[in-house]
């Protein structure tokens, strides 16, 4: 257990429905990751937080992602009208700060039949 | 594209030291080597990283050349739960930009 939580570890959704992940950082960590993961391939690189502001967004999300992190301290993903392009492993990780070793959480694995 | 070449599987016999091995040609003086592991269905494990010299913690030792062109991550006894993917990894300790470059990584299969 790194201490960077996921929720839910699971979810199955109807192509169409939109759906939210929430990612818990270990605590202070100042930095927040998410990354998608397909089978076979290694994870990629979705967006960061700096604190509470996004810094940079991968081409990879599409305007039906979105990701906040409010307060600087948790951080969700929305995706909006699923596709079932989008059935991937989704792994948040934090640092502490730039540059800093990244710890990863369990992933959520997202199902869109 | 991923800075390192890895092989695509391994086999190690249980308590036998695993050496996965990494190219990294061309790696500049400010990037570090990170090791990280994937179990099935987990997320990546960090395992060790380092800059020039040799390093070791409690789960491996990370062997870099003296030209930084490759390295070797060792698990000195493997055992079965040392199963899972291990990816290589360069990381600059300059840029602004600190997102993971993932390849493929290597598939260690540990044999009873």
């Known amino acids: 257990d790194t201490g960077v939580s996921q929720d839910p570890r699971h979810k199955i959704t109807k192509r169409g429905q939109n759906v939210t992940f929430r990612c818990d950082p270990i605590s202070e960590h100042n930095r927040l990751y998410w990354y998608r993961q397909t089978l076979g391939q290694g994870p990629e690189f979705l967006t960061y937080?700096?604190?509470?502001?996004?810094?940079?967004k991968s081409r990879l999300l599409s305007d039906r992602f979105s990701a906040e992190r409010p307060k600087g301290s948790f951080s969700t993903l929305e995706i909006q009208r699923t596709e079932q392009g989008d059935s991937a492993m989704y792994l948040c990780?934090?640092?502490?700060?730039?540059?800093?070793?990244?710890?990863f959480g369990p992933g959520t694995r997202l199902t869109v039949l | 594209d991923a800075k390192t070449t890895q092989p695509p599987s391994m086999d190690c016999a249980e308590g036998r030291a695993a050496n996965l091995p990494c190219n990294h040609s061309t790696i500049s003086g400010n990037e570090y080597v990170y090791w990280y592991r994937q179990i099935h269905s987990q997320g990546p494990q960090y395992i060790i990283h380092?800059?020039?010299n040799n390093e070791t913690n409690e789960m491996a030792s990370l062997i870099i050349t003296e030209d930084r062109k490759s390295s070797t991550l060792i698990l000195p006894h493997a055992t079965l739960r040392d199963t899972a993917v291990y990816y290589c990894?360069?990381?600059?300790?300059?840029?602004?930009?600190?997102?993971?470059?993932f390849g493929k990584g290597t598939r260690l299969h540990i044999l009873p």
């Open positions: 990780a934090s640092s502490l700060h730039i540059r800093d070793t990244q710890y």
């Open positions: 380092g800059l020039k």
């Open positions: 937080f700096q604190n509470e502001a996004q810094l940079e």
């Open positions: 990894i360069v990381r600059s300790t300059m840029n602004r930009d600190d997102k993971i470059i």
